[in-house]
């Protein structure tokens, strides 16, 4: 089955194809409640897509400036 960005919610099977990991790692994430927004019905996975994304998001390292021996600040690729 593919992953369907319609869905409110997602399988183990999608978040293979997000977090590019084995169905194993995922389902030990599961298992040890290390993924936000998953709950289990009836023995089957499923996650809260909004839950899951917006976690995504907080967690995200966002580029930092790196200050030069100078003391002035630069961007991370020099594109200033």
Do not use: C
């Not at 990991?21 to 409640?33: C, D, E, F, P, V």
């Amino acid at each position: 089955m593919a992953f369907n960005p319609e869905t409110p919610y997602l399988t183990p099977n999608d978040l293979t194809e997000i977090l590019r990991a084995s169905l194993k790692w995922i389902y030990q994430r599961l298992n040890a409640g290390e993924i936000p927004g998953s709950f289990k019905i009836g023995g089957v996975w499923l996650i809260d897509r909004e839950v899951f994304t917006q976690t995504l998001k907080q967690k995200a390292q966002k580029p930092q400036p790196r200050i030069s021996k100078t003391g002035e600040k630069k961007s991370r690729h020099d594109l200033d």
